[in-house]
C-alpha cells in the first residue's frame, strides 16, 4: 500500500485562549481529545484500581474480629456420681463470653494474585472502552472539519461567479447609457447578482454553524480551518494491518475471561491459615470452673471445599463460552471494517477518475462562457443565455472542489477505517 502524502498548511497559533485561530485536522482532533470530559474517566479509572488493589493486597495481612456472647442453656456438665465430703457446686446455666479471633492467611491457592491481576486487566478493559469512545469524536472531528472546508470552497466559488457578473454588469450598465442595451437585461444580470449572495451567505451561515460545533469539540475559537492538498493514491490490499481500538478491546475482554477462569481454578485449592483467639468469659477454657477467666487458643487452620457439586467446572464452562462469543464478536467486526476498507478503496478510485474529467470540464466551460461574454458584448445573445453558460461554469468549479475535498475525507476515512 502506497504511504499517503499529507500536506498540510499550518497557521500560527494565537497567544492567548480567547483569541481566534485556524487549525489543522490534526490539531482539531488533538484538542477534541483533550477537551472531551470522557478522558477524565481515565484517571478515575486508575485511582479506582489503585484502591481495589489495596482492598485486594489486604487479605494477606492479619484480620482482627471482636466477638462476643451471652446465653442462656437448658443443660450443663454434671458428674454422674457423688463423693462423700466433697461438694461440687453445679455449673452455671447462664454464659458469658468475649474474644478477639486474629487471623493470618499463609496460603491462598493463588487468589489474591489471580485477583490482582483480573482487577488491572479489567482497568485496562475499561481504560480500552473509553479510548472506543475517543475514537467516535475522531471520526465526528473529521467529518465537521470537512463540512467547514467544503462551506469554504463554496463561498470562493460564489465571490469568483460574483466578480464575473460584476465585470458583465458594468458593460451592460454602459450599454444601457448609451441606449445600444435594454434596462431589462441589467435587471436580469442584477437579479443573478443577487442570487449569488445568497449562495454566498448560505455558505458562510453553514460555516459559521460547523465552527461553532468544532469549537465545542475542541473549546477553541476557530476563524478557520487549514487547507490542504489531496493526498496520493489509496489501494486495499490483503495486507493492511487494522488498528481499531475496538479490536484491542476485544482482546482484553478476552483476556479478562481467561485471567476470570484461573481465578475460579484458584478457589479450588486448600487455604491455610494461622489464628489466635484469646477472650473471657464464664467458663473459660476449663468447662468445671464456675468462675469467669482469661483464656486464648492458637493453632493452625486448612480449609478445602471438597465437593460443590462441580461449582467451578460449571463456571469455567461459562467463562469459556463467553470468550467464544467476545471471539465470534472481534470477527465480526473485523470482517465488517474490511467489507467498509473495500467500499472506501472503491469510493476513492471512483473520485480520482471523476476529477481526472472535472479539470477538462472546467476548461471547456471556462472556454463556452467567455465565448458567451463576447457574444454578449456584440449583441449576438441575450443576457439570460450568458447566465446559463456562466451558471454552468460555476456548477463545474463547485463539483471539482467537492470532489476534491470528498477524495480527502475518503483517504482520512479510509486511514480512521483502519485504525491509523
Not at 482487577?119 to 469512545?133: D, F, G, K, Y
Not at 487452620?301 to 467446572?313: A, D, E, K, S, V
Request: hydrophobic share 40%; proline share 3%.
Amino acid at each position: 500500500m502506497k504511504h499517503l502524502i499529507w500536506i498540510w498548511v499550518l497557521f500560527s497559533l494565537s497567544a492567548t485562549a480567547q483569541d481566534s485561530t485556524i487549525l489543522t485536522l490534526e490539531q482539531c482532533q488533538q484538542l477534541a481529545r483533550q477537551n472531551y470530559p470522557l478522558l477524565k474517566q481515565q484517571q478515575v479509572l486508575n485511582n479506582i484500581l489503585k484502591i481495589q488493589t489495596q482492598n485486594i493486597n489486604s487479605s494477606w495481612l492479619p484480620q482482627a474480629v471482636l466477638n462476643g456472647q451471652a446465653s442462656y442453656q437448658s443443660d450443663v456438665v454434671q458428674l454422674p456420681i457423688k463423693l462423700p465430703g466433697l461438694n461440687i457446686t453445679p455449673l452455671a446455666k447462664d454464659q458469658y463470653r468475649a474474644t478477639i479471633d486474629v487471623n493470618q492467611q499463609i496460603y491462598d491457592g493463588g487468589i489474591t494474585r489471580q485477583q490482582r491481576d483480573l482487577q488491572a486487566i479489567q482497568q485496562q478493559t475499561s481504560q480500552q472502552q473509553v479510548e472506543v469512545e475517543l475514537y467516535k469524536v475522531k471520526q465526528q472531528v473529521t467529518q465537521v472539519y470537512f463540512n467547514a472546508l467544503l462551506s469554504t470552497e463554496y463561498i470562493t466559488t460564489s465571490q469568483l461567479a460574483q466578480k464575473d457578473l460584476q465585470q458583465r454588469l458594468e458593460k451592460l450598465q454602459a450599454g444601457v447609457n448609451n441606449g445600444t442595451v435594454l434596462p431589462s437585461s441589467v435587471d436580469l444580470l442584477q437579479a443573478e447578482l443577487l442570487k449569488a449572495q445568497q449562495q454566498e451567505i448560505a455558505a458562510a451561515s453553514s460555516k459559521k454553524a460547523y465552527l461553532a460545533v468544532m469549537q465545542l469539540l475542541t473549546g477553541v475559537t476557530l476563524t478557520g480551518v487549514a487547507t490542504r492538498t489531496v493526498p496520493d493514491q489509496v489501494t486495499l490490499t490483503e495486507t493492511d494491518t487494522l488498528n481499531r481500538p475496538e479490536l484491542l478491546l476485544y482482546h482484553l475482554q478476552s483476556n479478562a475471561l481467561q485471567q476470570q477462569s484461573l481465578l475460579t481454578g484458584a478457589r479450588k485449592l486448600p487455604r491455610v491459615s494461622a489464628f489466635v483467639q484469646g477472650g473471657f468469659g464464664r467458663p473459660g477454657l476449663n468447662m468445671l470452673s464456675n468462675d469467669f477467666a482469661p483464656f486464648y487458643i492458637t493453632g493452625v487452620r486448612l480449609n478445602w471445599t471438597l465437593w460443590n457439586w462441580h461449582y467451578q467446572r460449571k463456571e469455567q464452562q461459562v467463562l469459556t463460552l463467553q470468550e467464544k462469543n467476545v471471539d465470534i464478536q472481534s470477527a465480526t467486526f473485523t470482517l465488517n471494517t474490511r467489507v467498509q476498507l473495500a467500499q472506501q478503496a472503491a469510493e476513492i478510485e471512483q473520485l480520482q477518475q471523476t476529477l481526472e474529467k472535472d479539470q477538462s470540464i472546467i476548461a471547456l466551460r471556462i472556454r463556452v462562457k467567455e465565448a458567451a461574454a463576447a457574444q454578449l458584448d456584440n449583441g449576438v445573445i441575450t443576457v439570460h443565455d450568458y447566465v446559463q453558460d456562466l451558471d454552468a461554469e460555476t456548477q463545474a468549479r463547485i463539483s471539482q472542489q467537492t470532489h476534491t475535498l470528498q477524495l480527502a475525507l475518503a483517504h482520512i476515512n479510509y486511514q480512521l477505517i483502519r485504525g491509523y
